[in-house]
């Protein structure tokens, strides 16, 4: 093996690396753009798999290739090859994993295409760490907590987490700085396990080019300063549902108890989610939404029907429009037809109803309430596909039902 190299921590990640061993579960580090969070949490990997012979790890964010890139290739290797040196492990491609010379693994991956998600959940691990999590949905996350399922003698399992962060509304933002649960908002029934810690650019400075601050992030837009200088919860920039606020959320005992019709939406993938709303006169209620992680259409369709879901207050039936795309798949949804896809003009008219003061969404609906605020365009202007599910079932549902005309009472 090579000259090892010592890791030499800025002060803000000694306090990280001290988090690390605080006794809590779930760790997550977030703050603005190079503070240092992916290395700290990359070393600690590293160190556990180190500590712990024949222990398994996994890094993973939504694509498997920017996993690759932007942690693989731009951290991983580089202190690998510092510390243990480049014979003490080997990279095996194919896999998207490595190996150390104490039979450790380390896996990198992504968890939103289907093939990858159930290659790296096939295993079990001593350590998950979630890159970047303001792009992958709670129920993704959730379902790969099960993993962290491996026995290795005096090694506590784990959870990473980091980010840049997103809107207040995110299902980070809830759990670990307002300590409440995504789903019910009640408080956390064992808060100390989750613990959270700021890191932004200044904390980081010395390690960073001497203009990165001033000419770099001190000169962005005011939303984009305040996510990626200072590290604060905040809608994105570009975002499309920008005058949706806080008041128009409303609480589920406030809700009227019966509408002019309602109507259902559903997008099939991975992560396949369905957002059922309601009319009363011009204004729209979304009242209801669900999501899971690698179901099938038929799972997730009983899912629906045991949730009641898929009928009204007179228990009939509802519309529910699916993606197009389904194929097939429309034909294993109760109520099921394909939607209009029209997207921009589906925006346009749900800007519309929320500049009116027509459009409003129940505290239930925690799926839709993750990611309006983080629903954005570009810098060429073209949506952000990234974490936009529920977002897409919400426009199958208001635009196909208006185009459509289908109505039932």
């Known amino acids: 093996m090579g000259t090892s190299v010592m890791f030499k921590p800025t002060a803000v990640q000694k306090k990280a690396l001290f988090l690390l061993k605080s006794g809590a579960k779930h760790i997550l580090l977030y703050g603005g753009s190079r503070s240092g969070k ?27 290739k920017d996993a690759r ?72 996350v959730t379902t790969a907590y099960s993993r962290l399922a491996m026995r290795i003698e005096g090694c506590k399992n784990l959870f990473f987490y980091d980010c840049n962060p997103g809107s207040p509304l995110h299902w980070a933002y809830k759990i670990f700085v ?8 009640e408080p956390l029934e064992k808060a100390e396990l989750y613990q959270a810690m700021l890191l932004n650019p200044e904390d980081n400075s010395e390690n960073l080019p001497d203009d990165y601050i001033v000419d770099i992030l001190d000169v962005l837009p005011e939303k984009q300063k305040a996510r990626f200088r200072d590290g604060l919860w905040v809608k994105a920039e570009g975002v499309i549902y920008d005058r949706f606020d806080e008041s128009m959320i409303i609480k589920f005992s406030d809700l009227p108890e019966k509408f002019d019709r309602y109507a259902g939406g559903q997008d099939f993938g991975l992560n396949i989610t369905f957002v059922k709303i309601g009319w009363l006169g011009e204004k ?43 194929g097939e798949r429309i034909q294993e949804v109760t109520g099921g037809v394909k939607a209009n896809n029209s997207v921009e003009s589906g925006i346009d008219f749900i800007c519309a109803k929320i500049e009116r003061g027509q459009f409003f969404v ?12 983080d629903y954005c365009r570009d810098e060429a202007g073209e949506v952000v596909k990234v974490n936009d599910h529920y977002m897409d079932a919400l426009r199958y549902a208001v635009f196909s039902d208006v185009q459509q005309g289908v109505i039932f009472q």
């Open 362 to 373: 129940c505290e239930n609906c925690t799926g839709v309430l993750s990611e309006i605020w």
């Open 69 to 140: 890139s932007s942690v693989l290739r731009e951290t991983l290797i580089p202190w690998l090859d510092n510390t243990i040196g480049k014979s003490g492990y080997r990279y095996l491609a194919h896999e998207s994993m490595i190996t150390l010379f104490n039979g450790s693994e380390i896996w990198i991956g992504g968890l939103g295409d289907r093939e990858q998600a159930d290659k790296i959940l096939g295993h079990e691990y001593n350590t998950i760490y979630f890159n970047e999590i303001s792009q992958l949905s709670y129920v993704a």
């Open 284 to 326: 729209i209620f979304v009242i209801g939404d669900y999501g899971a992680f690698n179901m099938t259409t038929q799972s997730f369709n009983e899912e629906l029907r045991a949730r009641g879901l898929l009928t009204c207050a007179d228990d009939m039936g509802l519309p529910v429009f699916c993606d197009p795309a389904g």
């Open 178 to 185: 307002l300590k409440k649960t995504f789903l019910t908002g």
């Open 38 to 64: 992916t290395t700290v949490l990359v070393m600690a990997i590293i160190f556990r798999a180190l500590m712990y012979a024949g222990s398994r790890h996994l890094i993973c964010r939504y694509r498997a």
